[in-house]
């Protein structure tokens, strides 16, 4: 019995490991690298991106938001791409982000949108003022977060089901495990008989 339950509990951390290895190897994402952390106006960036998975879907390079203004699309070869990009002229002093985004045929998001910050300086290079609002909020777009139509993929729900599980089987391991140290005999004393 005892066998049993250490079987058990061995089991139920190798399946506990496997899930937490698999779920972690997901989570990891597309790497993003500018040639300059700072730019002017006018002024062209290289961008370079590392980890992107879907060689058939180009990546969209936005300014400042999710819906910004595309400021250049380019392909991937051997999941990473690089693509020159313009900062758009008369962009205040300010921290603006550069949003790359991976988009399926059908329009459906490939992949999760990477981020890269680039701060934009004035025409002197002076820096933006400390304290300074990073960039202006453009007329009529929301001051919220941005929000997303799409719904939960059905291979993020299925990760999730297999970390409840994962748990609840680490669980059950545990409580066997403890449960056979409990019933296990304790050896009765010897008597003799003279």
């Not at 982000?97 to 999760?112: K, N, R």
């Amino acid at each position: 019995m005892k066998r049993t339950g250490v079987a058990l509990g061995a089991s139920v951390l190798a399946t506990v490991f496997l899930l937490s290895a698999a779920a972690w190897a997901c989570v990891s994402g597309p790497g993003l690298k500018l040639s300059t952390a700072t730019a002017k106006p006018g002024d062209e960036v290289t961008v370079t991106g590392s980890g992107w998975r879907f060689k058939n879907d180009p990546v969209t390079i936005r300014f400042n938001a999710l819906d910004g203004p595309v400021l250049a699309t380019a392909p991937v070869q051997t999941q990473a791409f690089t693509a020159a990009v313009t900062v758009p002229v008369g962009t205040k002093p300010g921290d603006y982000v550069l949003i790359v985004s991976q988009h399926a045929p059908d329009g459906s998001l490939s992949q999760t949108p990477a981020r890269a910050l680039l701060t934009v300086v004035g025409p002197d290079g002076a820096r933006p003022v400390l304290g300074a609002s990073p960039a202006p909020v453009e007329s009529g777009r929301p001051a919220d977060l941005a929000r997303n139509g799409e719904s939960i993929s059905a291979a993020t729900l299925a990760l999730i089901a297999l970390g409840v599980a994962g748990v609840g089987l680490f669980l059950a391991g545990m409580a066997a495990l403890l449960a056979g140290r409990r019933a296990a005999p304790s050896p009765s004393p010897v008597s003799s008989s003279r």
